[in-house]
Each structure stands twice: as C-alpha cells, then as structure tokens.
C-alpha cells in the first residue's frame, strides 16, 4: 500500500457519458498529480494541484476537468467520454510544489469506455 | 516525442543475468528517476540521480548519469523473476516530470 488511494479501481461506461475519479493522496503529501497511461501513449501528464491550487497542466483534454479539495483529496472529472479515453488513470502525490520530487502512485483507476 | 525514451523497448533474460536498460532525453534536466511498474500496477518509485551525479546504488540496482551524452542507465544485477515490471525513466526539468515509454522486463526463472 503506497498511502494513495484510488477510487474506483475499476469502471465500465459509455461513449458520451460521465466519470468522476477520485484520489486521496499520501498523509502529508501537498501535491496531487494526474497521469493517463495507455497503450499507444504511454504515461502523460495531466495535471497538478498543490495545496488547493492548480500548478501545472499538461496534456489534459478540454473535457477533463480537476480540483483538489481543501482535505486535500482530488477528483479528475471526465465528461463526453470516447472510445480513445479508455485508460488507466493514475494519481500521485509528493510533499513539494514541483513536480520534480518522487511521486508516490496510487493503484490506479482502469477506465474502459465502450 | 517523449522526453526520456527508453532502450530495448523490451528485454528478456534469464534469472541471475544483469539486466541494463538505457534512457535518453533531449534538453536539460535536474535531476532523472526511475521507476517500476508492475503488470496494472501504480508505478514504484526506485531512485533518483541529481544532475550533478554520476552513479548512484541502491540495493541490486545501479543508476548511471551521463549529461554530456544526456543519457542513463540502469542496472538490475542478479535479477529476480520478482524483477519482471516495465521500468520507466522521468525527466524532471524545472516543474516537469516527463515519463519515457519504459522498458518492459521479463525474467525466466
């Protein structure tokens, strides 16, 4: 057990529909980050959250949405959902603002979009 | 293209052979990680070499830096069937932490 927690390990929806994933990170840890890791693409970045607060944002769809709450725990909403978002969605967390510390990683939540 | 791309994409070897794995990466960084990752699994994280280091050991693992040809290594000696994972490297410049396409390991026991 990494001390981050993903819920649903596992979810089965349709094309158009709605998701919410949700993450709670590692006890003291500020930073929540989100990772899509597929086949074709590999482990991209979505977006981070220190502390409340967005911090940086890389490859996330316009239909993807992010916050963190103030207990800390994060949700990635995805909305209008495609074939192409099935993935596993990782979180992970880090004391620090920068993205450069070591992330500790959930289990991860597999999406499947059908 | 991603930052810190991986060579062999894949490795097979038998228990008790090193296992070397190679990443590259294209701008400068602050410090590269590896991580491992089993089958479905989060990813572990391994070790970390800051820019201004040249080898690093952790346990069976070696980690080499070479910024001049901007590329590292990591070593797995005496490897374990328990070692089968894919093994990602990250780039970590300024406020990124970029993920190459990682290296997937298979030890035959």
């Known amino acids: 057990d990494s001390g981050v927690t993903q819920t649903p390990k596992h979810l089965i929806t349709a094309t158009g529909q709605r998701v919410t994933l949700r993450c709670s990170p590692r006890?003291?840890?500020?930073?929540v980050y989100w990772y899509q890791q597929s086949l074709d693409q590999g482990l991209q970045f979505l977006i981070q959250y220190y502390n409340g607060e967005e911090r940086a944002k890389g490859n996330i769809l316009e239909r993807f949405s992010a916050q963190q709450f103030p207990d800390l725990h994060s949700e990635l909403n995805l909305s209008s959902l495609e074939l192409g978002d099935s993935a596993l969605y990782f979180c992970a967390s880090s004391v620090g603002v920068f993205e450069a510390n070591v992330l500790t990683f959930g289990a991860g939540s597999r999406l499947t979009v059908l | 293209s991603q930052q810190g791309e991986e060579d062999p994409q894949a490795l097979s070897i038998q228990e008790g052979e090193n296992a070397t794995m190679n990443c590259s990466y294209k701008t400068s960084i602050n410090n590269l990680q590896w991580y491992r990752q089993n089958s479905g699994r989060g990813l572990v994280h391994l070790i970390l070499i800051r820019s201004n280091e040249r080898e690093k050991h952790s346990g069976r693992l070696r980690v080499t830096l070479d910024t001049s040809k901007k590329s590292s290594s990591l070593l797995i000696t005496a490897s374990r069937a328990a070692d089968t994972a894919s093994y990602f490297c990250?780039?970590?410049?300024?406020?990124?932490?970029?993920f190459g396409g990682g290296t997937r390991v298979l030890v035959k026991p």
């Open positions: 990250a780039k970590a410049a300024g406020n990124k932490l970029t």
């Open positions: 006890s003291g840890d500020l930073s």
